[in-house]
């Protein structure tokens, strides 16, 4: 059975940094790209990082440039996502899916292409 735990979300205050990270079990990450994504209330989930199967590969959202970093330890079959001088908008919950790659270096930013999810986490940024 695959499961994908996220874990490090809370509330935190507005500038701060946090880091998220998604163990994976019942399947072997390192064959797997895994993703970010996040959900706002009211607003539809949304892409926020990408990393390939290799960890040579990653993509962020465009808006989110420069204060989101992905990086993965296959070793521990985990990815992270660290979140630095965060703000009231990035308040909601942030998921891990896992994509099955064929490739070592292939990344989707598309939610419907991923085959597993985490539960989630909700981060809270109060200013």
């Known amino acids: 059975q695959v499961q994908l735990v996220e874990s490090g979300g809370g509330l935190v205050q507005a500038g701060d940094s946090l880091r998220l990270s998604c163990a994976a079990s019942?399947?072997?990450?390192?064959?797997?790209?895994m993703g970010w994504f996040r959900q706002a209330p009211g607003k539809e989930r949304e892409f926020v990082a990408v990393?390939?199967?290799?960890?040579?590969?990653?993509a962020y959202a465009d808006s989110l440039l420069g204060r989101f970093t992905i990086s993965r330890d296959n070793a521990k079959n985990t990815v992270y996502l660290r979140v630095d001088s965060l703000k009231a908008e990035d308040t909601a919950v942030y998921y891990c899916?896992?994509?099955?790659?064929?490739?070592?270096?292939?990344?989707?930013?598309?939610?419907?292409?991923?085959?597993?999810w985490g539960q989630g986490t909700q981060v809270t940024v109060s200013t």
């Open positions: 899916a896992a994509r099955y790659e064929y490739l070592g270096h292939q990344i989707s930013t598309t939610p419907s292409t991923y085959q597993y």
């Open positions: 019942g399947l072997t990450s390192s064959n797997y790209g």
């Open positions: 990393i390939s199967r290799s960890g040579v590969n990653t």
